[in-house]
C-alpha cells in the first residue's frame, strides 16, 4: 500500500510549452498575481472521500478500482494506512491542503462512544501527519447521509435520537477541525429533505433543521472555532427535494433563523447546474447577499441528470466563476476543494494525478484569464455606465428608500415620456470574455 | 363580435353521467363541503390575457384564432368590445371571478398620460360590466414585461425612468384594483432577472426591486386597500434568470425586506416544474413559510422545457395540491384563476368552453377528493405518529431552541445506541394517495 | 429466512370497498375484459433483481434492508434459499410470471466455468420451484453491467474477450430462457454506450452491437426458441450516452441490421421519460414501427433526472398506456413487468407487498378504463375524421407512392387557395380522457 | 434603409492582438490549413431570417428591433429593399454563403400562385445581388411552419390540401436553389410532429412524412439539382415531439424508406442539446452513420429548456465539433451557417456585426485548434490502441460477421478467465483537449 504512488515523482511546474503528462504547465504557485502568489489566491484541496474512499462502485455496477488499501475491514490499522496513502499523495502532487469527513478517516464505529474514539485517534493521526508533510485542512465535515440511520435525514429525521447522533458527529467533527487548524467547516444536508412529502412534516423539519444550524454556530463560538460555517447548497439527490436547494434559498433559510452573518455558502458547480443556474451565478448571488463561503470544484453533465462529479475541464466556465470570485473580493477562509472524482473505468493511481493535474492546471489558467479581466475591467465599465442613472436624482432617492410609488408615477406622468430601449450589447459583452478565455 | 359565443348556452351542472360535452359533470357550485360550497371553496377566476387577448402565434409562426375583436387598431371601442365579448364568456359559463392585467383591457397608449386615461376609461366600463353581471375581480395586475420599454426590466430596469414608468403603471392598476372590489393584486416579474449576468448589478437589481415593492406595499395602506399582495415565482422565461424563482427564493427575497408578513405568493404549477418542484411542494413550502396566497392553475409539459401554459388535466397532481390548500386553511382572498391557454390549435370559440369545462370539473373532483382526505386523514395520522418523538423530551427541547448541541451529544453518548431506521412507508402512502383520486 | 413473508396471507380481491391494506382491490384476475381474462390482458411479472437481491444502497449511502438472505457470501445454499423466499413471495402475492438476470439467482462466480455450472445449478432449482408453484417466467436477460470486466461494455467493449464473455452469458441465459419456457429474452444495454467519446469508436462499437444482436438472433432460431427477442432501450445511465437511446433509435439500429422483424423493444416508463418521450410515445412508436413487445412499468420523478425505478401510481398515465398496447392487439408474448424498487427507507417486508398490490390495482384500473375508451372510441372515431381526405384523391395517391411533388404542386396552384386551419379540438379530447380516468 | 450599416467598414483580418471590435482577430480567410483556406473550410453562411426578418419579438413581448426596412406592407419593394440590406451586410462582412427560407425572402403571398410569382420575382433580384457581390447561397429551404395552414403540420398534416400547398413550396424553393447555385437544401419540419398524440395518426404521419421525403429526392433527380439535401433534427419545440427527433431517428427514418443515401442531417447544436446530446456526438454519429451533411452552428443556454438560438461562444466545444467534422473529412456541399440570433435587447445595427464576427473569429480559432489536434493525433492514437484487439483474431472475425455466439461462447469458456479491466483514462484525454483548447 505504502508505494502505490512510488512511480510518480512530485509534480513539478514545467511551463505550458512541457510534454510531459505529470508535470504542471499552468499552476505555478509561487506566481504573483494581484499582490498574492497563484497558491494563496487558489488555496487547492484534495478531498479524501472520492480519491481514498470510493472504490468505483455505482448504482449499477460494484467496485471498479483495485486499491490496495481497500478490502478487509476497516480498523485503526487500515485507516492510518489510507492516511498514510492519502498524506503520500498530497505530498507528490503539492496541493496545500485537504478535506475530509469524520468516517472518510477514521474506523468504523459500532456505537456512538465508538464514534468519538475513533475519531480521536485518527485526528491523533492526522495531526502527526500534517505536522511532518506541512499539508493544512481546508475545513472539516460530518457524513450525515451514508449511515442507514440517517436514511431519512439527519438533524430533519422524524426521530429526535437521530438528531442527537448528529449533534454528536457534528460536534466531535468540528472540534476536530478546530483542533487541526481549519479554515472552515462544512454542513451538506445530503438527506436533509425528503423522498415524499406524503410522511413529512415540511415546515417541522425545517424548524429542525434552523434549530440544529444554530445550536452548531453557538458551539462554534463556544470552542473559539475562529474558521467560518458554510452550508453547502444542493436541489435534490440523493433526495427527491433537499432544503438547501441554492443559494436564494439558503439565504431565507438563514434569514429565518437570524445567521446570514454566521453562515456562508461552499458552492459547487454541479450542485448549481442540477439547481437550474450556473456557476457564477451561485458565485454572484452569494456576492450579493453576503455569503459568499468556498467552492467544490467540480462539473456536471450538461445531458445529464444527476450529479456526476467530473473534475472540471471548462476554461471559460471557470474564468467566468473566477472573476465573480475576485470580484467579490477572493477567497479569505474558503478555498478551492476538488469535490471530483475520476471516473470508474479512470482505476489506477495515474488516473488520480492526471485528474489534479488538470484541474489544478484549468484553475491557474482560469485565475490569470480572470486577473486579466479584472485589471482591463470592460465588463465593469460597461455595467458602471449602463446603471449610471441610479447614481443620481429619483433612481439615488428610490435606492436610498426616499422615493413613495406616487412620487415615482407622477415623476413618469410629468415627463409623459415611454423609455427609448437601449442595447444590452451581450454579443458584444460575450466576445469580451471570449478573447479573454486563453 | 356580439354573437361570437350565442351558440353556447350557460353552461349547468347536469352529473357525472352526462353526455353533454357542454355541460358540468363535477362542477356543483351550491354543493356543501366542509362547511362551504363548492363555489366558495374554489373561487374559480377566468384570465383575460389568453383567452381574450392571444391569437395564438407562437415564436415559430403567427396567430391561428379568428376572434372577430382581433386585428384593427385597438382603441377604446375596440377595449370595450372586448369587455364585452369577455362578461358575455363569463355569464355563459358561470365562473365567480376574472383576472386581467392593465393592458390587457385598456386601449393602446403611446404616452404616461394616455395610459392613465385609457386605463380609466376601461376600468369605469368594466366596473359596468361587473355592475350588471356580478362577476367579480379576484386580482388585478399590470404588464410591465410586452412593451419594449421593459426589455431590459421594469423595476430593475438599469434606467430609473423605466422604474418610474413601472410605478406609474402599478400606482394606477392597483388603484384600479382597489376601486373594482378585487381580492388581491399580482406581481409577476417577467423581465425582473436578467438575460446575460455580464450586463447586470444583480445585487443592486435586488435592492431595486426590494424597494420597489416596498414602495408598492407602503401605497397600498396609503389608499386602504384590504385585499392581498401576491408575487407569482418564476425561475426563468422569458430571460435565462428572474429573481423570484420559487417560494423559498421569494420568500428569502422578502425576509431581506421585511415583507414576510405583507406580501404572499401566487403560486403557478407549470413555474413550480420549471424550477425544479411538484406543484404540492410549493403548496406545502408557502404554507410552511406562510406566505400561502392563490393560484394560477395550469399544467406544462413534463418533457417541454418551456412554460407551456395547459389547462390542468391531471386529477393525482391537483388532489394533492387541493390537500394541502385546504390543510393550509383553504383559500382566503386568493382563488383558482386558471392561467392556462387553449392550444394554438384550438381555434374556436367552443375549445374555450372545452378546455374552462374540462378545468373547472378536474377542480371539483380534486376538491372532493381533497376532502375526503382530510376527513379521514390516513395522511395526517401517519406523519403525527412519524413524529411524535419531538412532542416531548430532547426532541422537544430542542424545537423550544433550549438545547445545546453538546447535551445532545452526551445525550447520544449516555445511550450509546445507533438509532434503528423505521420504514417511511411511501408506498402504502401513495397506495392511500390513489385510492383516494376518483 | 424462510417465514420472512409467514405474516402475510396470500392477497385476495376483495372490491375497491375493502379496507384490507393487503388485499386487491381492482386486480381481479378471473374478471373477463374484451373476451380474455384481466390476469391474460396484463401477464404481471414480478422482478428478482430489485425485490430480492438489492439492499438498499444509493449512491450515498448503504444498504438499509434487513433482509435476512443478504449477507454471507453467495454460494449454492444461499441463491436457493432466495429462491425459496422469492417463490413463497410469488405464490402470496399472486403474480403469474416472474423475470430474472443470470446473476440475480446464481451462486456467484470466478470464471467462466463457474458461471456456466452455477447458472445450470439455479436453473435446475427454479425449475423445480416452477413446477411448484405454476409461477411462469415471462423474460430471462442476463447481467453484462454490474461486473468491473463490463466496465467499458459488454458487446461493445474494447476488448473482444468481453464481448466473448458477454456471448457466453446471453448464450447460456438464453438457453436457460428457453428451457424455463420463458416467453421472451431482453436484452438492455446498460454499458452498451460511452463515458466520454474522446476514447470511443462509436462507429466500430455500434458495428459490434449489431453483429451481436445478429449473433443472439441466429442462436435463437438455431435452439428453437419460440419466445422473442426485445431491447429494452434507455438514453443514458449508467453511462453518458447509451445506443439503445428510445424507440426510434433503436428501430433505426435494427432496420441497419436488417432486424426489424426478429427484435421488438421491451419500453420503460421512465426510461422513456428520460429520453425526452411520454410513456404512451413510446408504445404508440413501437405500434407503427411494427416492434412492440413488452413492458417494464415503473415510474421516475419528472423533477429527478435519473432513473428512479419507482412502481407506478399515476392512473392517467398507465390508463393511455394500456389504451394504446390494446390498440396495438395487446400482449402477445410480452407482458406487465415491474422494473421498479420500493424506496430505500421501505425496509420491511410489508413494503414490497404495499408496492406490488398497488401496482397490481393501478395496472387494473388503467385496464378497465383503457377497455373502456377502446368500447366507445371517441379518441379513434375523432382521428379518423381528422384524417379522413387521406382516404381517396391525390392524399392516397401520395401515400401509395404514386404521386409526384410536380402533380402535387400544380394541383395546390390549380386550386389556388391556402387550406383554412381546422381546429385539433385538444382541450375536448383530454376532457375524454379525463372523464374515462376513474 | 441604405446606409442602415454605413457606418461599419469591411471588416478586416486584424491578428489577435487587435483592439478593433470591428475587425477580425482570428478569421483569416485566405490562412491555408492542412491543404485548404480557411474560408473554404468553414463555409461561413449567415441567415435571412433571424438577422434581416426577425423584429425581437417573443412570447412575452413584441418587437425591440427598429430595422427601418421593418414595418409596412411586405410588398415587392419592400422585399428588395430587404435584399439590398441582406447583400449591404454581407459584403461588409465578408461572409462568403448566405441561407434562406421562401417566404424569408420574398413579398407576402395570398394564394399559391402568387405565392410562386412573388418568389421568381425576389430570385431574379436575388440573383442580380449574387452577381453583383460574389456572395453565395449554401443553401435554401421553404418555411412550412409560420403560416397558420401550417399549423397542424406540412406533409404530415391531417389535410392532404395542405401537404399539396408544402408540395408547392418545396418544389419552387428546391428549384430557386438549383438556379441560384445552392450547395443544398435543407428540410427542417417544425411542425411535423405533434401538439398531443390524442389526435394524431403517429404512423400515418411517418408514412406522409416518408412519401414527401421521397418525392423531393425524386424532383431534386429530375431537376438535375447536384447539391445534397439535408433533413434538420429538432425533438421539439414548436411541438410536443417532432419526428426528426435526432441524427439516429433520422437514420432509421431514412432507412425505413431507402433514403439513407440520399439525405443527410443538418446538425444544429441548440437542438442536439435539446434532444439531450451534445454536439460533438451529433457530427460523430453522422459521421458512423454516413449522413453527416452540414452545421447550423448556434448555442442553447444549458439551464433553460428551449431553443435560445444564441451565437456560439464555447471555444471548447466548438474545437470538439470541428475535430470531428475533419475527422469525418470536413464540409463538402455543407458548411458553417449561423442558425442564431443577437438577444432581444441587442436592438442595434453594431449588434449583428458584434454577434458574427465573434461566431467567426470563433470558428477560426476552433478550427485551428482541430487542425493541431488532428495533425498530432493523440486522441485517434489513443483509440487505435485501445481497440487494437478487434484487427485480429476472433473480434475480427465478429466484426466480420462470420462468428457465432457458441463459437465465442466456447472461446470464453476454453480461456476460462474473466477480462481484467483497464483504465480509459478520461481525465488524461480531457487534459488533451484542453490543453489543445487555445
Chains 1, 2, 3, 4 share one sequence.
Not at 501527519?129 to 447521509?145: H, R
Not at 473559539?224 to 443559494?247: A, C, L, M, N, S
Request: with cysteine; net charge negative; glycine share 10%.
Amino acid at each position: 500500500m505504502s508505494g502505490y504512488f512510488d512511480h510518480i515523482d512530485p509534480i513539478k511546474f514545467e511551463g505550458k510549452d512541457s510534454d510531459n503528462d505529470f508535470a504542471f504547465k499552468y499552476y505555478d504557485k509561487d506566481k504573483m498575481l494581484m499582490g498574492k502568489t497563484m497558491a494563496e489566491h487558489l488555496r487547492v484541496a484534495v478531498c479524501y472521500w472520492h480519491n481514498f474512499c470510493w472504490d468505483g462502485f455505482d448504482v449499477f455496477g460494484g467496485g471498479t478500482f483495485n486499491r490496495p488499501w481497500h478490502g478487509g475491514s476497516n480498523d485503526r490499522t487500515s485507516a492510518e494506512a489510507k492516511t498514510d496513502v492519502a498524506f503520500d499523495f498530497f505530498a507528490r502532487l503539492g496541493n496545500p491542503f485537504f478535506t475530509f469527513h469524520d468516517v472518510d478517516a477514521m474506523a468504523e464505529a459500532q456505537t456512538p462512544r465508538e464514534h468519538v474514539d475513533n475519531l480521536a485517534h485518527i485526528v491523533d493521526y492526522i495531526e502527526g501527519k500534517m505536522g511532518e508533510t506541512g499539508t493544512k485542512l481546508l475545513w472539516g465535515t460530518a457524513n450525515m447521509f451514508s449511515h442507514p440511520r440517517f436514511m431519512a435525514g439527519a438533524s430533519t429525521n422524524p426521530n429526535p435520537n437521530v438528531a442527537a447522533f448528529a449533534a454528536l458527529q457534528v460536534k466531535h467533527a468540528l472540534e476536530a477541525t478546530h483542533r487541526l487548524g481549519g479554515a472552515g467547516y462544512v454542513l451538506w444536508g445530503g438527506r436533509e429533505g425528503y423522498d415524499t412529502i406524503l410522511n413529512t412534516k415540511v415546515g417541522q423539519e425545517m424548524e429542525q433543521l434552523g434549530r440544529f444550524v444554530s445550536m452548531v454556530v453557538e458551539h462554534k463560538h463556544k470552542i473559539g472555532f475562529k474558521g467560518d460555517i458554510w452550508i453547502e447548497p444542493k436541489p435534490h439527490e440523493p433526495t427527491k427535494h433537499q432544503y438547501d436547494r441554492d443559494v436564494g434559498t439558503v439565504y431565507g433559510f438563514l434569514k429565518a433563523y437570524g445567521l446570514e452573518n454566521e453562515v456562508g455558502v461552499n458552492i459547487e458547480p454541479n450542485h448549481a447546474t442540477l439547481a437550474g443556474h450556473n456557476f457564477e451565478h451561485e458565485v454572484e448571488m452569494a456576492n450579493a447577499l453576503g455569503i459568499f463561503g468556498s467552492i467544490d470544484f467540480n462539473r456536471g453533465d450538461p445531458q445529464n441528470g444527476w450529479d456526476t462529479d467530473q473534475f472540471p475541464n471548462d476554461l471559460r466556465e471557470n474564468t467566468m466563476a473566477l472573476y465573480y470570485i475576485l470580484k467579490g473580493g477572493g477567497f479569505k477562509n474558503g478555498g478551492s476543494n476538488f469535490d471530483a472524482k475520476v471516473r470508474r473505468q479512470s482505476r489506477d493511481a495515474d488516473d488520480l494525478f492526471h485528474a489534479h493535474i488538470g484541474a489544478m492546471d484549468l484553475l491557474a489558467r482560469a485565475l490569470e484569464n480572470a486577473v486579466a479581466m479584472i485589471e482591463n475591467d470592460k465588463l465593469g465599465a460597461f455595467r458602471d455606465q449602463r446603471y449610471a442613472g441610479w447614481e443620481s436624482g429619483l433612481g439615488k432617492k428610490m435606492l436610498d428608500g426616499k422615493a413613495t410609488l406616487e412620487e415615482m408615477s407622477d415623476y413618469c406622468l410629468d415627463k409623459n415620456e415611454s423609455p427609448a430601449p437601449v442595447s444590452g450589447r451581450q454579443e458584444y459583452l460575450e466576445n469580451v470574455v471570449t478573447q479573454a478565455v486563453k
